[in-house]
């Protein structure tokens, strides 16, 4: 047997040899066909009218292959099938190879049954398109065409083609009418993807350009700040050296008077021990009846001239010698022992007290009057009592009942398990509007799958509202939240009641409403620390704006907070214009604490940016970093009121349509709520701004990168959402006070508590009828660019300080308002508008950049004059 094996191998291969060697030549023949056809193409015409006479010997044909090759093509070019005779030579190649290399990535029949359509089709085709170039549709195309044409005319033929294509590509490409139709939703989903990432990247665009726009103008804002500095401290620079040369000046007087002392002192026949130890000798005089002598002495600790006091007397007898030793501190005690023990003299001296620290003092007054107690400026306030709010029907809050939880749950499979997707587990947890159910999906089962099933499944329970979160962070389940059909009203009085809110120890607490597990939700507005609110109309702002305001007024006294509203819309916060000498805060010369001007918000808000910028200054003495350290050192009477150390209340406001304001006052109402929204955290003022429209151009790139608390009710559009929460969510919101809350991490989804217009208006009363402070807290002044122009200067209306601010600033002859703030203890504000009525009288001259205006007066004697000719 073995032997018969080695005999047939080479047998074998032989064969394959022969085999090798046919399909070489089939290759061959395929090549010679192709450049035959090819080169048919340039030299047909010539070899055409010599084709009957190719076997004679004298004719030499064009063609690159001869005679065989213009006869090749002429049966199968001319008289076949034109351009489409190229499909025989390829398949011929591809023929050999597949034989040669048994390759089956090389498909010869599989080309030619996708060719074999076109070999008839396409002479037909070129025919009927072509007509005039036979060549390429070969005798039978255009034969048969031309047959077809006179049957079914030009029209017909053109339709049979379009037809016979149609089908041709249906069978081919498996082209059913079914996934004609998903082709085109695939391709309708593609173009509304790439329209929405257009539209995402035109939003982005229009951010970055408005937070671009936004930094300049806050770079040049800080520009002019640093200027307006830098001008200060010039300012402040020229009066120390003012005081310098006085000092200087001082000096040169007092070294006088050394020398007229020491003059003094020879003709007294009393010598100093030394000449250091006459320091502090103003004069001596001498008593010959009495034998006494006085001394007038410089006290030395303060290098001042203490004129007629310190007068000590020494009783001595003017012959006996005296050593009057320097007059420190320290030596004072002892001079006085001295003079009884050794001398006997007496000596009159004044005690001097070792000063204490600001500790000790502070230690001891505590220990004298306790610490200090902002509450005790209203010790008798009461706090709104719990009864004031409304408790609500008990039925309100009867839970969904066991039917609508199976039949959801058996909705939610079913539907799931249409589309394949199994699960392990189903778990439901029942909230005051919204249920949600947990489910752990089988292995294998993709999440962005149950996510794209949002819309079935809300189909399938037939529900608006239903949210689904894949995974819920920490969890990995996945929510679906599901409405209930009969939602349970959060009353503010139970989340008011609750112990988690009674007992809580934040310092801006804000009992926001109920989560999906039933359990009251704080947030504490000073870690927030401000606070953005979307929604649509209707959805449930107004009634969480009350709540958050109704949180704050439960919690703080009126000595430790204060809201500054603005409410464009006029009704919205009217009712609190009840609590104003308790709990707002308003400029000085308005009327109203509830703003509702618009252009009173712009001076409202500077106001505010100078209260805090006044606060940082207060913090900067103090050393400390925040409003809570500065309120403990100040209560522990570490800082001294005499230098403008005051209880800080935090500062809320409040401004209910964002929108509206932003249309009419534009930047100058978005410049000072980026400061405050940038800066004021530390200072205790912080926002919570309500708006129905969340665009892009209400809620610019600043302030929402100063805003990471965000509260959204319903909003009508996913874009909206994304605005304001940065992710869809919010435009699935059943409305009614559902909402989200982040603070930049996850998305909290709560059911809002209720407050009633009533209720609130009960609580206002309440608070109203208590001995309130005398007025609404004021805010620091602001003059507006245009109102502060000396051109406004009413001089029979000059501040009360006009007399000594001019004194002052003749005296001093400088023209500055940092001067008069300093000495006279004023804000920028009031020594900026008594500069100006100075200007209007004449004093001092116009306002000259970065320079001290000139003063115009030279001496008191001129200025008084002047006073009374204004008088
Ligand atoms: N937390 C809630 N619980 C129950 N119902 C609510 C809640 N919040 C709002 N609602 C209902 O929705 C209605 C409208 O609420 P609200 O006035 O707060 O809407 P809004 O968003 O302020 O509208 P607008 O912007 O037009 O003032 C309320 O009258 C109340 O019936």
Request: glycine share 6%; hydrophobic share 40%; proline share 4%.
């Amino acid at each position: 047997m073995a032997i018969k094996n080695t005999q047939q191998e080479p047998k074998t291969n032989k064969t394959k040899l022969y085999l090798t060697g046919i399909n070489i030549i089939i290759i061959g023949i395929g090549f010679l066909l192709f450049i035959s056809f090819f080169s048919y193409y340039f030299n047909g015409f010539q070899d055409q009218s010599q084709i009957t006479s190719l076997m004679d010997k004298d004719v030499v044909a064009e063609n690159s292959f001869g005679k065989l090759g213009a006869l090749a093509g002429d049966v199968f070019i001319h008289n076949g099938i034109g351009i489409a005779a190229f499909i025989l030579p390829i398949f011929l190649v591809l023929f050999g190879a597949k034989k040669i290399t048994g390759s089956k990535a090389i498909k010869p029949f599989g080309f030619l049954s996708k060719c074999i359509f076109f070999l008839i089709w396409l002479p037909i085709f070129i025919g009927f398109s072509y007509p005039d170039h036979p060549e390429f549709s070969g005798i039978m195309g255009f034969e048969i065409n031309d047959f077809m044409n006179s049957f079914v005319g030009k029209i017909g033929v053109g339709f049979i083609l379009l037809i016979s294509l149609v089908i041709y590509l249906m069978f081919r490409y498996d082209l059913t009418y079914d996934r004609f139709v998903a082709w085109q939703e695939k391709r309708r989903e593609k173009l509304r993807l790439e329209k929405e990432e257009e539209e995402r990247i035109r939003l982005e665009e229009e951010r970055l350009l408005l937070e671009k726009r936004e930094q300049e103008r806050l770079t040049e804002f800080n520009k002019q700040q640093e200027l307006k500095i830098q001008q200060r401290v010039k300012e402040e620079e020229e009066i120390l050296e003012n005081f310098n040369s006085e000092a200087i000046k001082l000096n040169q007087e007092k070294q006088l008077n050394e020398k007229i002392n020491t003059e003094t002192i020879e003709v007294a026949e009393i010598q100093p021990q030394s000449a250091e130890n006459a320091f502090g000798i103003n004069s001596i005089d001498k008593d010959d009846d009495d034998h006494s002598i006085s001394l007038n002495i410089i006290d030395v600790v303060e290098e001042d001239v203490i004129e007629d006091a310190n007068d000590f007397k020494v009783q001595l007898p003017v012959e006996e010698e005296l050593y009057v030793e320097p007059v420190t501190e320290e030596n004072l005690d002892l001079i006085e022992d001295i003079k009884i023990e050794e001398t006997g003299l007496e000596l009159k001296i004044e005690t001097v007290q070792v000063e204490e620290t600001v500790e000790q003092a502070a230690a001891r007054i505590v220990s004298e009057q306790g610490e200090y107690d902002p509450r005790k400026d209203l010790p008798n306030y009461q706090f709104p009592k719990i009864n004031l709010l409304k408790k609500y029907d008990a039925s309100n809050t009867t839970m969904i009942d066991q039917k609508e939880l199976e039949a959801n749950k058996n909705r939610i499979l079913e539907t799931l398990n249409n589309y394949g997707i199994g699960i392990e587990s189903i778990k439901a947890t029942i909230g005051p509007t919204v249920t949600l159910y947990e489910i752990v999906p089988q292995a294998g089962v993709r999440i962005s799958k149950i996510k794209n099933l949002e819309d079935d499944i809300a189909l399938s329970l037939a529900a608006l509202g239903i949210r689904i979160i894949a995974p819920i962070p920490g969890k990995g389940t996945i929510g679906i939240e599901v409405p209930n059909s009969n939602p349970a009203m959060v009353s503010m009085h139970s989340v008011i009641a609750s112990q988690k809110f009674q007992s809580t120890d934040m310092e801006l607490p804000i009992a926001f409403g109920k989560t999906i597990t039933n359990e009251t939700f704080i947030a504490d507005l000073a870690k927030m620390p401000h606070l953005l609110m979307a929604g649509a109309t209707g959805q449930g702002k107004s009634v969480g704006l009350n709540a958050i305001i109704t949180s704050l007024i439960y919690k703080k006294h009126p000595s430790e907070l204060k809201f500054v509203m603005v409410d464009p819309k006029k009704v919205e916060l009217t009712l609190y214009s009840k609590i104003e000498r308790h709990f707002l805060a308003k400029l000085p010369d308005s009327e109203d604490a509830i703003i509702t001007d618009n252009a009173k918000v712009i001076n409202t808000l500077n106001s505010l940016c100078i209260e805090m910028d006044d606060r940082y200054e207060l913090l900067k003495n103090a050393f400390v970093r925040n409003i809570k350290e500065y309120n403990t050192k100040f209560k522990a009477r570490k800082l001294n009121p005499d230098n403008g150390h005051r209880f800080l209340p935090y500062i809320v406001l409040i401004v209910d349509e964002f929108a509206d304001l932003i249309m009419t006052a534009g930047k100058e109402v978005e410049l000072p709520i980026a400061r405050l929204a940038q800066l004021a955290r530390a200072v205790g003022i912080h926002l919570i701004i309500a708006t129905q429209r969340p665009s892009v151009n209400v809620i610019t790139g600043t302030i929402k990168a100063n805003f990471p608390g965000r509260v959204a009710f319903r909003v009508t559009s996913k874009i909206d959402s994304r605005t304001i929460l940065d992710s869809a969510g919010a435009d699935q919101l059943i409305g009614k006070g559902d909402m989200l809350f982040t603070t930049g991490n996850e998305l909290i989804r709560l059911q809002c508590a209720f407050v009633d217009t009533p209720e609130v208006d009960d609580i206002t009363e309440f608070i109203g009828e208590q001995r309130g402070y005398p007025d609404a807290m004021h805010l620091p002044e602001y003059v507006g660019e245009n109102e502060g122009s000396s051109v406004s200067v009413d001089l029979s209306d000059r501040d009360v300080l006009f007399n000594d601010a001019a004194r002052l600033i003749v005296i001093a002859q400088q023209g500055s308002a940092s001067l008069l703030q300093r000495k006279l203890k004023l804000g920028y504000n009031r020594a900026g508008r008594l500069i100006d009525q100075l200007e209007a009288a004449g004093i001092v001259g116009p306002f000259e950049g970065s320079k001290a205006r000139q003063v115009l007066v030279s001496d008191e004697v001129n200025l008084e004059q002047l006073l009374n000719n204004l008088n």
